[in-house]
């Protein structure tokens, strides 16, 4: 498999090498079938968040496997949104730990709904914040 260090996106490259060999080798699968674009980067970002979530700017090895919301579970052409790697079908308490690690205010009175949606933003402030400090 060729390296394909440059081509990670950098959320990638902050997270453990075993998230990094799954998205490369599921990323070079499906450019085989679907060729290189938005569809292969999205197969392989599918397939990444059945083992990882996405916590602050990186990903963290989840628990246990599987789709990390309702869009994951029923497929390409399920109704709904992806929740940006925040495992959404992980329990309330599991989703308070991620909260509080990332210091999001007023999480002990949020719907498990409303924590995935904090999560998502914290991460993607986390992630800009560390894009723009490299």
Request: hydrophobic share 25%.
């Amino acid at each position: 498999m060729p390296d394909r260090e440059d081509d990670l996106p950098s959320t990638l490259k902050r997270s453990p090498k075993h998230a990094q060999e799954i998205f490369e080798k599921t990323l070079e699968s499906a450019e085989e079938t679907y060729g290189e674009g938005e569809r292969a980067r999205r197969t392989a970002f599918a397939s990444l968040k059945h083992s990882y979530e996405k916590v602050g700017d990186h990903w963290e090895e989840k628990e246990e496997r599987g789709p990390s919301d309702r869009k994951a579970a029923g497929g390409a052409d399920s109704p709904g949104e992806t929740q940006g790697g925040v495992d959404a079908n992980a329990s309330k308490q599991h989703l308070l730990d991620v909260a509080k690690r990332l210091d999001i205010s007023g999480r002990s009175s949020m719907t498990k709904d409303e924590l995935v949606d904090a999560i998502q933003k914290a991460n993607n402030r986390a992630t800009r914040k560390a894009r723009e400090s490299e």
